[in-house]
């Protein structure tokens, strides 16, 4: 029985020391593990991503040296190219500092059997530097900065095609801001990122004209607008047509953008019209009666074009955009617009002949003997051509100690016109007018006086040769 006894106490010592060993051994593991734990990263421990798990300070600085040794920046450029830069190139390396450290003291080491279920992140920044130097010449030594890769950014622009002016679209180009490459660079480096893009962070150079730029349309618009008018001047038989070649010439750019004409140059234009077809007091050719041609001076006859008025309209006309077939404004005009203006209506004077023809529509109506101006007293009816000023019937013709009554009058020079004399004269023609010739008029018998009065209008020429 006492047998039976001492062999339970001794299975109980045994129990007992069995489970004191078991304890000492957990405490031996628990203040063990809790100790390397004061040196290592407990399990499940990430820095940036990085498995940390049971390695140490040195360790882990070793890992982070050799990645950063291995950094790689990708530049993103135009057209899907990317270029890299890689540690070595700016002179990047890790500078071990005490964040690391502080990291492990934050841990609990106590706690370091619960950390196999539970996973610990850090992040942080690794301290580095890098070679500003270095890091500016591998900037500037990337393809795209080369030269024969560089292409300009231009500006859309205009330009004549087939007279008239067409938009040339902008160039984008592919030129970078080495200035701001390198700033975003550094900025790159310096936070560890990996990826740069360069068309995101708008690195290129742009155009500052793009195709639909509205200036630039709305000019091109007006400029073709102007070029594709056409005006053609009626001259009669003739002719005068101004288009684009002109129009460019006269046009002026204002400040903005618009465009009007040279007032001048259009002046000169409307000046060299009137040079040219104005007949208002030149010389005329005439073909006589008697089929003699000749050169008929002065006069107040023919066409003047109204050139301050012209130059006004021919303006407006242009930037209104108007192609037309028009007539100039004319200060004087004549019985015909064609070369020969003087057509086919009009009262033919000879003095040496004193004898005068009335032509209507082409066809010879009078023929007749007059009596012009007095040569003797210097009253000579005035040679040239001139218009029929007005027509009056019956009508008294004063001057200077007479006043006269007659029925037909036909000024065409001031005081001096065609009228009927036959209350005053029996004779008409030959030499009479030599010494006995009226004070400038043309006097004419009068059925032949009522003929021209009744057939001529107001504005038909009178030729005194």
Excluded at 194 to 216: F, G, H, N, Q
Excluded at 222 to 236: A, P
Excluded at 402 to 431: L, Q
Aim: hydrophobic letters at 35%; one cysteine or more.
């Amino acid at each position: 029985m006492e047998t039976g006894r001492r062999k339970m106490k001794l299975w109980k010592k045994i129990v007992i020391a069995l489970i004191v060993v078991l304890l000492l051994a957990a405490l031996g593991i628990y203040f063990g593990g809790a100790y390397y734990f004061s040196r290592h990263f407990l399990p499940g421990s990430r820095i940036n991503g990085m498995d940390c798990s049971f390695l140490t300070v040195e360790e882990i600085q070793e890992r982070i040296a050799d990645e950063i040794a291995t950094y790689t920046l990708t530049i993103h450029e135009m057209d899907n190219v990317d270029e890299k830069l890689v540690a070595e190139q700016v002179g990047l390396t890790y500078i071990p500092d005490d964040t690391i450290p502080r990291l492990l003291e934050a841990q609990d080491m106590w706690t370091w059997f619960t950390a196999i279920k539970s996973d610990k992140t850090y992040e942080m920044t690794a301290n580095t530097t890098y070679n500003a130097a270095k890091l500016e010449e591998a900037v500037a030594s990337l393809s795209a900065f080369a030269p024969e890769n560089v292409t300009e950014p231009q500006d859309a622009y205009m330009q004549e095609a087939n007279g008239l002016y067409e938009i040339v679209p902008e160039v984008e180009g592919n030129k970078l801001s080495k200035r701001r490459v390198t700033r975003l660079v550094k900025r790159s480096v310096e936070k560890g990122k990996t990826e740069l893009d360069l068309v995101k962070w708008k690195c290129y150079y742009k155009p500052e004209i793009y195709r639909d730029d509205e200036a630039l349309n709305q000019e091109v618009a007006q400029l073709n607008q102007l070029l594709s008018v056409e005006i053609t001047y009626n001259f009669g038989d003739r002719t005068e047509t101004l288009n684009s070649t002109q129009i460019r010439e006269w046009l002026v750019r204002g400040e903005d953008g618009s465009y009007t004409l040279d007032p001048a140059k259009v002046a000169d234009y409307v000046n060299q019209l009137g040079y040219k077809y104005d007949t208002f007091g030149c010389t005329h050719e005439f073909t006589t009666s008697n089929g003699e041609t000749i050169s008929v001076p002065g006069g107040d006859y023919g066409w003047a074009i109204d050139q301050a008025q012209e130059a006004q309209a021919l303006t407006e006309a242009i930037l209104a955009g108007e192609t037309q077939v028009r007539e100039p404004i004319y200060a004087y005009t004549a019985w015909s617009r064609n070369t020969d203006d003087i057509g086919d209506t009009y009262v033919e004077i000879s003095i040496l002949e004193q004898r005068m023809w009335f032509y209507y529509g082409g066809a010879l109506l009078v023929d007749t003997p007059i009596v012009t101006g007095n040569h003797s007293k210097g009253w000579d009816t005035p040679v040239g051509i001139y218009a029929i000023d007005a027509k009056k019937s019956p009508a008294i013709l004063k001057g200077e100690g007479y006043a006269s009554p007659v029925t037909y009058w036909m000024p065409f020079n001031g005081n001096v016109g065609i009228h009927d004399a036959d209350n005053w004269r029996e004779e008409y023609g030959g030499d009479i007018y030599l010494e006995g010739g009226s004070h400038g008029c043309v006097n004419t018998p009068s059925e032949n006086a009522e003929t021209i009065y009744n057939y001529i209008d107001v504005g038909a020429p009178v030729i005194v040769y």
